[in-house]
């Protein structure tokens, strides 16, 4: 029974997240699910619960109208979360400071009537080192929030915190080799997120808000990176009321909902360790089956298993985890050695084409249920027509439960909204009347928050009681330039594609975005004899693929950049299966390569063709 898992889907609801992973552990018997988000966010969900207690962002996205400083690290809002990008520019428009932490000159750095007081363009990799080295000015200065910290956290994990980050090593000047950013950019940013600008008005607290993305988790040190920024915070007393906090940027519509769910394999829904008795106990109550106390596969363990002949079958709903994931060969492979890999989609996306048995999704106008965005709101989802495959996503898992023999007999989402409410203290106070009649909640949402649950996290006190802090210790990633592989690839997302594109490609959008290609500094290009336009091959140790390059000085040299929104591209071809001590979480932000002018495409983005052209065929007849 072992030898099963199953992956959910962070596209999907939040009451067809919780069946998958019900299904996997109370059916297939064993707690070997995952999902997306251990390739994106799961180094937040670790970093934020060692901190402050739980897994989530601090604000509500209305809160950044009351920053005066924001902070903004490995994201890029105007390009991948423009919603929430333009209600930032609103503010910077209006007068906040900006302090931008990136490799790459993204549009916040420099744009119609807004400009970043500090880019601090750090090389890949090295994220750690530099909130150190901001946490060393703030505390060498005297800067730290003195009495915030002695009421609201702990006191012997802030001293050893504190005599960390003033160790000389920890200076900007001596972590400047390391990070490439001038130690007096490093103190002025420091001194702008504690003190805000000059002219702010004396007596008033400085509200300064940190907004981060993929690009400060998808490291080999993400975990200890999201820690670095609860340390920041909590030193400078920015957490707990409006225009603070700290605030992770998700990257698709249920990322925080799919996590809430249960779907990581050591825990259960609401955040729950499957090893504790008591909530176990409670779960084998209501689902009539007693649990597996031990925690299951992770995705990448997955493959590993398979590969070794130990892990024989997946259910994977929504994830694409072939285009998606790192070191895509490996993955392949792994799922070629598989004797039964079920997809469950919308579209025969990549992952699809390895499936034994493909079962086609519903979208989100073919659903009932409820999703719950970053800053942990959850909203309704109502169903405008009938599921032209004839079921919801959620219909497909319960009759699979059936035909598997654990009987599940829902009539409608609701109650298995319903059955989470009842299950999970943070949703205790959640219903679908109580958000049809307000519009949305935010958990926690039980009878010790108000009725609409709660907006902003941790304003007395912090979930675990006193606020932790955790030394940080900048270790270099195992994925370093030599010269073979003298540059540093790092990848990203662009306005008009969407993740993996399976639905964006489908649109007129690829008029804007016909085909990945690779940025490459000027520097770069003129010394490899590369011109704007040209064909372009890009090798790591994992392997090779060709793209065209767009010679542009938004990235310092030494750094190339691409996006992953076209299968045909191979991003993940070259990405290596380096990951998160922590979470496993993949090193996609650093690959070393090297960059050569070509005339044509990799082997892989050949044979890629050739399955394409046969896989249309086959679907045609």
Not at 99 to 126: C, F, M, N, W
Not at 141 to 167: H, M, N, P, T
Request: hydrophobic fraction near 35%; aromatic fraction near 8%.
């Amino acid at each position: 029974k072992d030898s099963i898992g199953g992956i959910t889907s962070s596209r999907c609801t939040n009451e067809e997240t919780y069946l998958v992973q019900k299904l996997i552990r109370a059916a297939f018997g064993n707690n070997n699910v995952d999902t997306c988000a251990r390739v994106c966010h799961s180094p937040t969900g670790y970093g934020l619960g060692q901190t402050y207690g739980t897994s989530a962002g601090t604000q509500t996205f209305k809160s950044v109208e009351q920053s005066d400083v924001i902070m903004v690290i490995g994201a890029n809002p105007t390009a991948a979360h423009p919603v929430f990008g333009s209600r930032m520019k609103k503010r910077l428009r209006a007068g906040a400071k900006l302090i931008v932490i990136d490799p790459r000159e993204i549009d916040l750095v420099s744009s119609p009537h807004i400009k970043a007081d500090y880019h601090l363009q750090l090389r890949p990799g090295t994220n750690v080192a530099m909130i150190t080295a901001l946490a060393h000015v703030i505390v060498i200065e005297g800067l730290l929030a003195d009495s915030y910290i002695g009421e609201r956290c702990d006191a012997k994990s802030f001293a050893q915190w504190k005599e960390f980050v003033a160790r000389p090593e920890n200076s900007p000047e001596a972590t400047a080799e390391i990070t490439g950013v001038a130690p007096d950019l490093v103190r002025g940013a420091a001194r702008l997120y504690a003190l805000g600008a000059h002219d702010h008005p004396a007596g008033k607290p400085v509200n300064s808000a940190i907004y981060y993305g993929l690009g400060v988790t998808e490291h080999a040190q993400g975990s200890t990176m999201v820690m670095g920024i609860a340390n920041l915070a909590m030193a400078t007393g920015n957490v707990g009321r409006e225009g603070v906090g700290v605030n992770p940027l998700r990257g698709q519509n249920n990322v925080q909902g799919s996590c809430d769910m249960g779907s990581f394999p050591h825990e259960l829904p609401g955040y729950r360790h499957i090893s504790d008795s008591t909530t176990r106990a409670e779960f084998e109550a209501a689902w009539g089956v007693q649990l597996n106390p031990e925690p299951g596969l992770r995705i990448p363990n997955m493959f590993e298993a398979a590969l070794g002949g130990s892990f024989l079958g997946l259910y994977c709903e929504g994830e694409d985890i072939v285009q998606s994931d790192p070191n895509t060969q490996h993955v392949t492979a792994a799922l070629a050695a598989m004797e039964c890999v079920v997809v469950q989609d919308i579209f025969l996306n990549e992952t699809a084409k390895y499936a034994h048995v493909f079962l086609p999704g519903s979208s989100f106008m073919e659903k009932d249920g409820t999703f719950t965005n970053a800053e942990r709101r959850i909203s309704r989802v109502t169903q405008l027509m009938q599921p032209l495959a004839g079921y919801a996503d959620w219909e497909v898992t319960q009759l699979l439960s059936n035909a598997l023999g654990y009987p599940m007999h829902y009539g409608h989402p609701q109650e298995i909204m319903a059955e989470i409410a009842a299950l999970t203290p943070t949703f205790a106070g959640v219903s679908y009347e109580k958000i049809e009649r307000l519009g949305s909640v935010q958990w926690p949402c039980n009878e010790a928050t108000e009725e609409a649950g709660t907006d902003i996290m941790h304003k007395d006190q912090f979930v675990r009681g006193k606020g932790r802090f955790i030394i940080t210790q900048y270790v270099a990633t195992e994925e370093k330039v030599t010269q073979r592989f003298p540059l540093l690839l790092t990848t990203g997302r662009i306005l008009s594609q969407y993740n993996v594109g399976a639905q964006t490609r489908r649109t007129a959008n690829v008029a804007w975005h016909a085909e990945d290609v690779l940025e490459i500094h000027p520097h770069d290009a003129e010394v490899r004899g590369i011109r704007h336009g040209q064909m372009v091959s890009i090798t790591s140790r994992m392997g090779t693929t060709a793209l065209r390059a767009d010679v542009s000085d938004r990235l310092p040299q030494g750094v190339v950049y691409t996006t992953f929104h076209h299968p045909v591209s191979g991003a993940n071809v070259i990405t290596t299966d380096f990951s998160d001590w922590a979470t496993n979480c993949p090193e996609y932000k650093v690959t070393a390569v090297q960059v050569t002018l070509s005339n044509h495409q990799s082997d892989w983005q050949e044979e890629w063709e050739v399955r394409e052209r046969v896989n249309k065929r086959v679907a045609a007849e």
